[in-house]
């Protein structure tokens, strides 16, 4: 039997050059304030990876662990789990997370409320207030911060 060929003029060739591997490492293992050190894209793909990396650093003595994501051009929904986890279980032990971010990374760290405007400590909620009682505005309904509901 005879395969049709397809040929699209003026295709281009995808350059792929620029896609590489996302690498993952974490500094020394005997330091006190190690730094996990990324670059590439983090997704679900390398969410593995990065877990065992993060695992690795929590479960030394540590006081302090740096995130650079410095080189890390994307993050996505998996990566920030593993982010809050790690922060959370650091604190439970005592110890502190800093990340150390820029571009895409920074703009959804910020976004999602992990990281605040200096990056290094946990971001304050404060309540919304509506305009006024008669509008179908969130109101506040408790005296917790960020407790609000639509009436």
């Keep these: ?5 397809v040929s699209v003029a003026g295709a281009r060739r995808l350059d792929v050059s620029h896609f590489l591997p996302p690498r993952i490492e974490l500094s020394d293992p005997g330091h006190h304030r190690p730094v996990l050190r990324c670059s590439g894209e983090l997704d679900t793909a390398s969410a593995a990876d990065l877990g065992a990396a993060l695992d690795a650093a929590c479960e030394r003595e540590v006081e302090e662990l740096l995130l650079d994501f410095v080189a890390v051009e994307f993050i996505d929904g998996r990566v920030l789990a593993l982010i809050e986890r790690t922060r959370l279980r ?3 032990a005592g110890a502190t ?3 150390r ?8 760290l910020r976004l999602t409320g992990i990281v605040s405007g200096d990056a290094e400590t ?3 909620f404060e309540p919304w207030l ?14 917790r911060p960020g407790a609000a509901a639509i009436l």
Excluded at 101 to 108: D, F, K
Excluded at 132 to 143: A, D, G, I, K, R
């Design 101 to 108: 971010a820029g571009g895409q990374p920074l703009r959804l």
């Design 97 to 99: 997370l800093r990340i």
């Design 122 to 124: 946990a971001p304050r």
């Design 1 to 5: 039997m005879c395969q049709p060929r």
């Design 130 to 143: 509506a305009p006024s009682s008669s509008s179908s505005f969130p109101t506040l309904t408790s005296e």
């Design 90 to 92: 650091l604190q439970r």
